[in-house]
């Protein structure tokens, strides 16, 4: 059975910076396109970056020069880094996987998601 835990989200600052984490157990990443996604009240979930099993990375521009993505393979874990922190940036954020090869920001692509975790940047 495959599963997707996140952690790391929480309250923080505007201008602040939080890591998020997703364990992956049932797979190994190492194979898998993965990504990360945000969905705000109301909105519709987007994509905020993901990383292809070749190790290519792509960034909605909102985030870019801001947010980086990156995996552990030997700990079959991904995290977004994300720095400079704004308000609407508030979100829950999922962690997701893509059996293809290459990854992509459209998440009707990804077979595998976490539950989410809320990030607020609020002060």
């Known amino acids: 059975q495959v599963q997707l835990v996140e952690s790391g989200g929480g309250l923080v600052q505007p201008g602040g910076s939080l890591r998020l984490s997703c364990v992956a157990s049932?797979?190994?990443?190492?194979?898998?396109?993965i990504g990360w996604f945000r969905q705000a009240p109301g909105k519709e979930r987007e994509g905020v970056s993901c990383?292809?099993?070749?190790?290519?990375?792509d960034y909605a521009d909102s985030v870019k020069g801001r947010f980086t993505i990156s995996r552990d393979n030997a700990k079959n874990t991904m995290y977004l880094q994300m720095n400079s922190l704004k308000p609407e940036d508030t979100a829950v954020y999922y962690c997701?996987?893509?059996?293809?090869?290459?990854?992509?920001?459209?998440?009707?692509?990804?077979?595998?998601w976490g539950q989410g975790t809320q990030v607020t940047v609020s002060s």
């Open positions: 997701a996987a893509d059996r293809a090869y290459y990854a992509y920001l459209d998440p009707r692509l990804y077979d595998y």
């Open positions: 049932g797979l190994t990443l190492d194979y898998y396109g």
């Open positions: 990383s292809s099993a070749d190790g290519s990375t």
